[in-house]
């Protein structure tokens, strides 16, 4: 029974990163974006649980999960670093270079070279 709550436990970890991480989308892309103001509050259980999961047993986890889970931790400290700044806001690398168009086209260049475009 162990091993279901703690695959339990997991699972529901990657729910509330999940809507953590929609929630950040949602307040970064409104007309004024910035960081939640209880961005560090709720990023610091979710970093203390990964630190947890990678501190477990490893034996269940496959090697691109485990890059995940840490990518994942990382990316929470730097969120709450950024939150707890002077002046917060989100590290650079994570902002995606914006470009509209005069047609009304949006286009968005990743950190990878690529790029997407939408329409308004």
């Not at 990678?54 to 931790?73: K, P």
């Amino acid at each position: 029974m162990t091993n279901l709550d703690s695959e339990s436990n997991k699972l529901e970890w990657v729910k509330q990163v999940r809507q953590f991480l929609l929630d950040l989308a949602r307040a970064c892309l409104a007309d004024i974006p910035r960081l939640p103001l209880d961005l560090s509050q709720r990023a610091m259980p979710l970093m203390k649980e990964a630190q947890s999961i990678q501190d477990g047993d490893r034996t269940h986890w496959q090697a691109h999960e485990l890059d995940w889970l840490e990518q994942v931790r990382q990316f929470l400290v730097e969120l709450t670093r950024a939150s707890l700044a002077e002046r917060p806001k989100l590290p650079e690398k994570y902002l995606p270079k914006r470009a509209i168009s005069p047609s009304g086209q949006s286009t968005i260049f990743t950190s990878n070279g690529g790029s997407a475009t939408h329409s308004f």
